[in-house]
């Protein structure tokens, strides 16, 4: 899932160096988070979601830390 996200954030920005500037990364980490040599960090699912203007959420690329709880 978290690829698949990545791909179309790239897509929206244009290419992946235009991503990493607007996420404060170098095309070659955004390169590693796409091939699942590196995890894509709070900060960064946070990054990706304001660079995207929220078509990319946050809590797809980290669900384990964004995703509401819900209780019974």
């Known amino acids: 899932m978290q690829h698949d996200n990545l791909i179309s954030a790239v897509r929206i ?3 992946q160096a235009k991503l990493a500037a607007r996420v404060g990364l170098t ?7 796409m091939n699942g040599k590196q995890r894509v960090t709070a900060e960064v699912a946070i990054a990706i979601e304001r660079a995207t203007g929220g078509e990319i959420r946050r809590e797809a690329l980290r669900p384990d830390i964004f995703s509401e709880k819900v209780e019974a």
């Open 13 to 15: 920005l244009g290419s």
């Open 27 to 33: 095309q070659q980490q955004i390169s590693r988070l």
